[in-house]
T-cell receptor, first 114, second 112 residues
Framework: DGGITQSPKYLFRKEGQNVTLSCEQN?????MYWYRQDPGQGLRLIYY???????QKGDIAEGYSVSREKKESFPLTVTSAQKNPTAFYLC?????????????FGSGTRLTVV | KQEVTQIPAALSVPEGENLVLNCSFT??????LQWFRQDPGKGLTSLLL?????REQTSGRLNASLDKSSGRSTLYIAASQPGDSATYLC???????????FGAGTQVVVTP
């Protein structure tokens, strides 16, 4: 079945540590996105990528970095510069170039600072 | 800037009652509108996608309408069941790149 796989499901980060969240899709979608979800604040866009080797900052990119070396993969690194990283992170993909495109989301990674 | 609002923020109904969830958006020049369901601690599941040229979309007990001129979409869930308990989110792309603007969601509880 086609879909998006996020791993790990739960992740714990120590102060000052960088961690990487994995996102893989087999839907052959061109675009991939990372969102952050906090209680009572809804979903906010961190980074997005339309094509391989290209990505753009979203609304809350500070303290995060991404890469897009393969069409199927869009990993997110939460760096030590992100002061409040505890949140639920969701990866998504779509094909904006198609007339009937929609979004597909992964099952999420819950990151906690310990 | 596109703003998306969902009212009410929370809703509790007895089993069997019909659910009506509202979504409003400020910029009517949308490509499409998508409704999602989110269970606690889980990712988002797509329910319905309405293209800008469509007035409504149906899937089983779910029906979503779209009125671009008034900036509104409504999700109807017929004959609600306890399994319908979840948070429902609507979202619209803000540009041709596909970035989504989400509403804050409506938390639904269906009591047996």
């Amino acid at each position: 079945d086609g879909g998006i796989t996020q791993s790990p499901k739960y992740l714990f980060r120590k102060e000052g540590q960088n961690v990487t969240l994995s996102c893989e899709q087999n839907l052959n979608h061109d675009a991939m996105y990372w969102y952050r979800q906090d209680p009572g604040q809804g979903l906010r866009l961190i980074y997005y990528s339309q094509i391989v080797n290209d990505f753009q900052k979203g609304d809350i990119a500070e303290g995060y970095s991404v890469s897009r070396e393969k069409k199927e993969s869009f990993p997110l690194t939460v760096t030590s510069a992100q002061k409040n990283p505890t949140a639920f992170y969701l990866c998504a993909s779509s094909n904006p170039g198609q007339s009937n495109y929609g979004y597909t989301f992964g099952s999420g990674t819950r990151l906690t600072v310990v | 800037k596109q703003e998306v609002t969902q009212i009410p923020a929370a809703l509790s109904v007895p089993e069997g009652e019909n659910l009506v969830l509202n979504c409003s958006f400020t910029d009517s020049a949308i490509y499409n509108l998508q409704w999602f369901r989110q269970d606690p601690g889980k990712g988002l599941t797509s329910l319905l996608l309405i293209q800008s040229s469509q007035r409504e979309q149906t899937s089983g007990r779910l029906n979503a309408s779209l009125d671009k001129s008034s900036g509104r979409s409504t999700l109807y869930i017929a004959a609600s069941q306890p399994g319908d308990s979840a948070t429902y989110l609507c979202a619209v792309p803000t540009d041709s790149w596909g970035k989504l603007q989400f509403g804050a969601g409506t938390q639904v509880v269906v009591t047996p």
